[in-house]
């Protein structure tokens, strides 16, 4: 039988037939037929609540008042919405609500964005005409982030619905009854000293001047609002960014509908954007000359570069010259970037921060998979059985991310985590796998095994869309479970417990940077896809979830900005494509890879290499051994560096070029999900600094281009023509899918069946060896720092919030090495040592040390060998040995 369709719900509002779907409450019927019911407590994202009373109606049959936000709509009825009567008791609820709301307007940073203020003009309400009702309440400005003035509230919880329901974190909840009642956090403690995350969702969906950001720059209503993208994350949050002047003064969700976002953001997008008024932040076009830096034009820039990097060219060859882009830059950009190096130059040494992200790992993957994308969008997390996250903790790298995974955990879908350490998810987690580092094949090898031993597949998916399941299926079954186990060291019960829970489930599996980014790290993606095809898990219900670290981590591979990867991204080995492309452009591309990021430092130190472009990177702060980096890069007969800060790659420059950050410019990225997403400048680059493209644009000219793109639209149209899949960004300027990356799996793609192949082996890794250094330390992110802290260690909020980095160890190793909360210890191996103030983590496992990336000049780096990943020496960027000694 099919599916029942219910019929649309039909009533009268205001003298006019309105349909709704079954479900719908009054106010969302009338707002649907574009009838405006005023409210401060409804909002679109969260449950209704029906604390304001202010969307009252009239049902005219029996004469009821209710609230319209919380009673169904129903067939049949006839509803006022404006009636006289209505009116009154409007008017009186908002009285009483300015009778105790302090007159402040004039001062209060909510300005005429004020809810209440709106619909008291509305009701011709200049002043209640009631004896005022004080309600003093804590005014706190300490944090950085937020500042609470609760003598504005108004209790309609949307504060707290947004934190328990959409955040999912539970901060802070109403306390008294009464006329004392207001939102407080757990023993009224002061936000810092809670479980907030300074998400700042409460302050965008707050109707009044209760909650702010806290600001020493400007209060009020912002000139401008213009809707720009995170350039943070992968998420690709969506924003609506406010401005006075030259400068962003306030930042909140978009508000747009079908945003990954939605009403949400995260510390970093919402607070960290006043590094934009960083003092270090690059104006003019620099010139290294004998007597220092000397400010030049932008004309004698451009031909400066040009034809250095000629010359080089002629007098070395092709491949005497690299080219390092940035996956913070757009989609745009780093088209034009690797397109000028190849056509230009002839070279494939082109590559991007994406690398270090772990790209390695990726790239094997889509060896296996072919052109079928495991990109879905964040939503379709629900719609799987069960979650199960690996080496990954979103609620503090990808903060919107982890709101989609709590949210799920919270309505009931099973949620198992694979971590070294607990997270901000394992409080939700039916079972934390709490395994070795880097010993996560083995402990997937364990699940495989039992899963297949049970029968807990989907025969019907495997018989249809794979190959190689009996074979794999034989070898699985010559491993020993308990040996697996022993290998992660996890209790052979959990493994079962948990395959107990996912047995028959479509999975959702998100994959972190602690798998990416491993010494295992392309093997253990195999794996993964081994269990999504062992459970059916590669379709409308389940799937591979990659966290990207960067913004446009995904675009930049898109565009081509690989050594290995022509824009698609498809390899150079792909003779069909590259001679497609070799037509487009006119010109031949060489089949061989170029230099990644880290043999672009070798072959500098070398002598090899001649000469460097780097734009939007920072490797001195980005790769570990700065030193010998230095040492490879002064070898260098040119470096020019295009950035938007005065920083220690700028100060080896020999030609400093000024670009603009994401608010500055207009452009593209594509997130995690394959969402391409356009926006605008939101401000003017300061000084003479220009866009990245508009810089490309201009010395391609000089370097041989018949002429200017001039525009982006130009710039997408071509890309629309050598990318297929980005038909979409030349179409409106608008963005939208990136081609075939939303639709099913159904075992077929591009009309060809299709079929994933099993692994050929099984790889377990080995088990851990005993070691002189004594500790095991796990490389991290927190939600207040992103990357390597280039932008964030420059905002004023985060760096006044956790001006310095630390060590969180466990309550055990505290003990044994004699420290307490706040001392500090000297972290220490063959590759170097840091000093960090101590946190004792109670659930931290004992001979783990956590050290987050990106504070302190993001020294977390220098424990770990500069070495390409996969390579013999390559040991993993995720964990490393070290000993611990307190200072």
Known sequence: MGATVLEEIILKIDGMNVSCPPGSSILEAARSAGITIPSLCFHPDLKPFGACRLCLVEEISSGRLFASCVTPA???????????????????????????????????????????????????????????????????????????????????????????????????????????SRPATLHDLPLENSSCTFCGSCVSACPTGALSPNTDTFVGTPERESISICGFCGVGCSLLMGSAGDSIVEVNPSGKSDTVNGSTLCVKGHFAYDFLQSQERLNYPLLRTDNGWERISWSAALELAGSKLLEIKKEYGPTSLAFLGSSKCTNEENYLFQKMARLFFGTNNVDSGGYLSGRFALQGLSDRLGRVSLRKPLSSISKASAILVLGADPTQSAPVAGYYIKRAAKSGLPLVEINPRKTGLSSLATFHLGVVPSTDLAALAAIAKCLAEQGWIDHAFIDQCTTGFQDFYSKLKTL????????????????????????????????????????????????????????????????VYILARECNEMGSWDMGSAPDFLPGPYPLSDEEKRKQIERLWKTKISPDPGLNMIRIVEEAEKGHLKALYIMGENPLRSLPGEDRIKRAFKKLEFLIVQDIFQNEITEMADLVMPGAAVTEKAGSF?????????????????????????????LMLLLGQLQRYGSLARIRKEIARVVPEYFALATDGVGGWVKGETALFSGEHGGEEIRIPFSRRIEIGQQAKDSSLSMRVIFGSTRFHMGSGTRTGRSRRITRFCPDGFAEISAHDADSLGLQEGDKIRIKNQNGSVVKKIKVNRDQPEGMVFLPWGFDNNDARVLIHLSQFGGPDFEGWNSCRANVQKV
């Open 74 to 180: 129903a067939p049949g009825m006839v509803i006022v919405t404006n009636s006289e009567r209505i009116q009154k008791h409007r008017r009186n609820i908002v009285r009483l609500m300015m009778a105790e709301h302090p007159e402040s307007c004039l001062v209060c940073s909510k300005g005429n964005r004020c809810e209440l203020r709106e619909i008291a003009a509305a009701l011709g309400i200049g002043e209640s005409r009631l004896y005022p009702m004080p309600n003093v309440k804590s005014f706190e400005q300490v944090n950085p982030f937020i500042v609470r003035d609760l003598t504005k509230c108004i209790l309609c919880s949307k504060c707290i619905r947004v934190d328990h329901e959409l955040v999912v974190v539970g901060a802070v909840d109403y306390n008294l009854r009464g006329f004392k």
């Open 480 to 543: 020993e479970f308990n040996h697996l186990c022993a290998i992660a060291r996890i209790d052979p019960e959990a493994i079962k417990g948990t395959c107990e829970l996912l047995a028959g489930k479509r999975i959702a599996f998100v994959v972190g940077s602690g798998i990416l980014r491993q010494k295992h790290g392309p093997h253990v993606l195999d794996a993964i896809v081994d269990l999504a095809l062992m459970s059916g898990s590669l379709g409308d219900r389940g799937g």
């Open 670 to 698: 594509t997130n995690l999900e394959g969402r391409i997403q356009c926006f605008e400048p939101v401000v003017k680059p300061p000084g003479e600094a220009m866009p990245d493209w508009e810089i490309l644009d201009s």
